[in-house]
Protein backbone atom coordinates (compact mmCIF):
# COMPACT_ATOMS: atom_id res chain seq x y z
CA UNK A 1 0.00 0.00 0.00
CA UNK A 2 1.13 3.81 -0.76
CA UNK A 3 -0.72 6.53 0.60
CA UNK A 4 0.12 10.15 -1.17
CA UNK A 5 -0.57 13.54 0.50
CA UNK A 6 -0.05 16.29 -2.21
CA UNK A 7 -0.02 20.05 -1.20
CA UNK A 8 0.94 23.67 -3.01
CA UNK A 9 -2.01 24.13 -5.07
CA UNK A 10 -3.79 27.71 -5.13
CA UNK A 11 -4.81 30.58 -6.99
CA UNK A 12 -2.82 32.50 -9.47
CA UNK A 13 -2.59 35.13 -11.74
CA UNK A 14 -2.01 34.01 -15.48
CA UNK A 15 1.58 33.94 -15.93
CA UNK A 16 2.07 33.09 -12.47
CA UNK A 17 3.75 29.75 -11.36
CA UNK A 18 3.41 27.28 -8.41
CA UNK A 19 5.46 24.20 -6.88
CA UNK A 20 3.09 21.42 -6.28
CA UNK A 21 4.42 18.87 -3.62
CA UNK A 22 3.47 15.16 -3.11
CA UNK A 23 4.94 13.13 -0.33
CA UNK A 24 4.63 9.23 -0.60
CA UNK A 25 4.33 6.63 2.12
CA UNK A 26 3.70 3.55 2.96
CA UNK A 27 6.17 0.87 0.72
CA UNK A 28 7.83 3.05 -1.11
CA UNK A 29 10.25 0.71 -1.84
CA UNK A 30 9.00 -0.86 -5.12
CA UNK A 31 7.23 2.21 -6.58
CA UNK A 32 8.07 2.19 -10.49
CA UNK A 33 7.38 5.33 -11.51
CA UNK A 34 5.25 8.80 -9.98
CA UNK A 35 3.72 11.37 -11.99
CA UNK A 36 0.90 14.12 -11.90
CA UNK A 37 -2.91 13.95 -13.18
CA UNK A 38 -5.18 16.49 -13.58
CA UNK A 39 -9.10 16.73 -14.05
CA UNK A 40 -10.67 20.23 -15.01
CA UNK A 41 -14.51 20.32 -14.86
CA UNK A 42 -16.18 18.00 -17.08
CA UNK A 43 -13.38 16.78 -18.75
CA UNK A 44 -11.52 13.47 -18.01
CA UNK A 45 -8.63 13.20 -16.23
CA UNK A 46 -5.32 13.48 -18.05
CA UNK A 47 -1.49 12.94 -17.54
CA UNK A 48 0.38 15.68 -17.03
CA UNK A 49 3.72 14.67 -16.20
CA UNK A 50 5.78 11.05 -15.16
CA UNK A 51 8.90 10.54 -13.65
CA UNK A 52 10.13 6.90 -13.45
CA UNK A 53 12.37 5.01 -11.02
CA UNK A 54 14.94 5.18 -12.98
CA UNK A 55 14.79 9.37 -13.55
CA UNK A 56 13.11 9.56 -16.99
CA UNK A 57 10.40 11.89 -17.47
CA UNK A 58 7.61 12.84 -20.23
CA UNK A 59 5.35 15.28 -20.38
CA UNK A 60 2.04 16.26 -21.96
CA UNK A 61 2.74 18.31 -24.94
CA UNK A 62 0.56 21.13 -23.51
CA UNK A 63 2.81 21.75 -20.51
CA UNK A 64 6.42 21.11 -22.29
CA UNK A 65 8.86 23.92 -21.34
CA UNK A 66 6.56 25.08 -19.37
CA UNK A 67 6.22 22.25 -16.22
CA UNK A 68 8.81 20.24 -13.94
CA UNK A 69 9.11 17.29 -12.84
CA UNK A 70 11.58 16.04 -9.99
CA UNK A 71 12.51 13.52 -7.28
CA UNK A 72 13.51 15.12 -3.79
CA UNK A 73 16.62 13.34 -2.42
CA UNK A 74 14.56 10.92 -0.51
CA UNK A 75 12.97 9.72 -3.85
CA UNK A 76 9.31 9.85 -1.91
CA UNK A 77 8.57 13.29 -2.61
CA UNK A 78 8.31 14.24 -6.24
CA UNK A 79 7.31 17.58 -7.22
CA UNK A 80 6.16 19.94 -10.56
CA UNK A 81 6.92 23.17 -10.85
CA UNK A 82 4.71 24.87 -12.85
CA UNK A 83 5.64 28.36 -14.79
CA UNK A 84 4.25 30.85 -17.49
CA UNK A 85 0.62 28.90 -16.35
CA UNK A 86 -2.74 29.31 -18.32
CA UNK A 87 -6.17 29.84 -17.63
CA UNK A 88 -6.59 26.39 -19.29
CA UNK A 89 -3.93 24.57 -16.92
CA UNK A 90 -6.84 25.43 -13.88
CA UNK A 91 -7.73 21.73 -12.84
CA UNK A 92 -7.15 19.62 -10.06
CA UNK A 93 -4.07 18.00 -9.81
CA UNK A 94 -3.10 14.58 -8.39
CA UNK A 95 -0.46 12.42 -7.50
CA UNK A 96 -0.30 9.30 -8.77
CA UNK A 97 2.43 6.00 -7.96
CA UNK A 98 2.33 2.99 -9.56
CA UNK A 99 3.53 -0.03 -7.90
CA UNK A 100 3.82 -3.47 -9.15
CA UNK A 101 1.26 -2.20 -11.70
CA UNK A 102 -1.22 -1.23 -8.98
CA UNK A 103 -1.70 2.67 -9.33
CA UNK A 104 -2.45 4.56 -6.23
CA UNK A 105 -4.04 8.40 -5.72
CA UNK A 106 -3.55 11.21 -3.80
CA UNK A 107 -6.49 13.48 -2.49
CA UNK A 108 -5.94 16.30 -5.05
CA UNK A 109 -4.86 19.50 -4.87
CA UNK A 110 -7.10 22.52 -6.69
CA UNK A 111 -4.59 24.59 -8.74
CA UNK A 112 -6.66 28.12 -10.28
CA UNK A 113 -5.12 29.93 -12.59
CA UNK A 114 -7.21 33.26 -13.28
CA UNK A 115 -7.09 35.34 -16.58
Known amino acids: QVQLVESGGGLVQAGGSLRLSCAAS????????MGWYRQAPGKQRELVAIITRGGCTNYQDSVKGRFTISRGNTKNTVYLQMTSLKPEDTAVYYCNAVQTGVPYWGQGTQVTVSS
Open 26 to 33: GSIFSINA
